[in-house]
């Protein structure tokens, strides 16, 4: 039986294996600003709105291709203001995704 993944998936090499860098992706959690890659390999300061473990036990992260202060001349739908994309290019990133770094 032939057996798929993903190269975003944890069966590549055992996380922390060739990385050596998984403690810190662990620690991420809402809030924090991180570097995140898009699917145009286009890197950006981004936000993450929410992170969870999902039913593989891999840490997801929901994050916002924005950032958020008070001097953001863009604002989201609860009037905070920001830089960045809009709320349509948030996307789910497993932390241990090669598109997300500090």
């Not at 975003?8 to 620690?27: A, H, M, N, V, Y």
């Not at 145009?40 to 958020?68: D, P």
């Not at 001349?73 to 990133?93: F, H, L, V």
């Amino acid at each position: 039986e032939l057996d798929c993944f993903t190269i975003e998936g944890p069966k590549i090499s055992p996380l922390g294996l060739r990385t050596g860098d998984w403690e810190w992706r662990g620690k991420i959690a809402e809030g924090d600003n991180i570097d995140i890659c898009d699917t145009q390999a286009k890197w950006y300061l981004g936000t993450v709105l929410k992170a969870t473990a999902n039913e593989s036990n891999v840490l997801m992260l929901f994050v916002a291709f924005r950032v958020y202060f008070p001097a953001g001349t863009k604002r989201d739908s609860e009037n905070r203001p920001y830089e960045g994309w809009s709320y349509q290019y948030d996307a789910w990133i497993p932390a241990h995704s090669i598109r997300v770094q500090r």
